[in-house]
């Protein structure tokens, strides 16, 4: 069964009546643009389809009730008083986005609803904005409120910020609602303007899972963004100016004065810098289908993120290696936050079944016998978040 089938017949179970509508809310890869968001750069997502799904049906009072189907674990909040669940759970995406529509002035109605989901969590495809964005429009639907685009990925957003405690950026938010067919989303962070981007035909994307859990994603994720936060302040400094962000220096200024800044912190800036030059230019490399110009592109992004960045680790280095080992593959990185987690790579249409094959035993045979399960499937660039009326 799907997920949308799951989460009707949960429903359907659990309630003992049919939901009213499903909402679709896609998981999402990040083709390049890793660690740039939250420094006001560019990323290039795209929403995938693996689908987080909402099954969901109006209540007359002010409770929401809502089981995560795939969890086996139920949670039952009034919309007068949401509070943080402290042990840290699924719990806090919905109860974050009910609190902060609810900060925004829009008064809720309560809801009976059912999650269930095909994002693998914990591979760095944002199963949690999928569920921020899927609970988020469907509270809104009964509500009768509407909320634009960019308004609505940065309530998810602070959401994640003050009630899963990560100080995410806005990608993932943005391209969960944002995300179309066969397109990437190039997106400035600094003033979230964004564009689709048409993908060339004739490629694939394949996700690649290391199996390696992101057990210090939301720690080192935190420290990272405040180590991007430093490096501004000693730009400042150096350069004699006010910066806002990383946005502000150029590379050849940063090359000006690296020597005269501490590590780790002119490394951290490097990546930056860089990764949004990488951005543009794949950007561009799709548009003209150049693939091989855009594989290398994302091999050096990896080497950035595992040498300037230090947000990699031995299993994504080794399937980056197996991955590029396999005919048709025209390159590899690690994506998402890294610390485990997931590789994307481009490949030629026809390659897919043989990386797929052929990729998991190299991937084993690099990292010999306490070699984590690799799990390998392929993509495709899907739509935003949507709500179906049944
Ligand atoms: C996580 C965050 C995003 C982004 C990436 C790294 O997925 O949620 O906002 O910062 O890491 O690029």
Redo the contacts with the bound molecule.
Sequence with gaps: MTAYQRAIAQFEAIFGSSPQIVTVAPGRV?LI??????NEGF?LPIAIDRHLCVAARGRPDQTVRVAAADLNDTDEFPLTEIVRDERGSWRNYPRGVAWVIQQNGVALKGIDAVIASDIPIGA?L?S??AMEVGFALTLLHFAKAEVPCPTLAQWC?RA?HEFAG?Q?????QMIALLGKEQHALLLDCRDLSHELVPLPKGIAFVIADTGVPRTL?ASE?NIRRAQCGEAVKVLSELLGRPLRSLRDVTLDELGQVFNEMPDPLRRRARHVLTENSRVLAFQQAMREGALRRAGSLLLASHASLRDDYEVSCRELDAMVSALMSVEGVFGARLT???FGGACLAMVREDAVERVLTETPPRYKQLLGENSPESTLFAVHPSDGAQVRPL
């Design positions: 990040n643009g890793e660690h740039t968001d939250y990323v760095g944002s949690s904005a957003q994640e990560v995410c950026g806005i990608m993932d994603a994720y998402g936050a890294g």
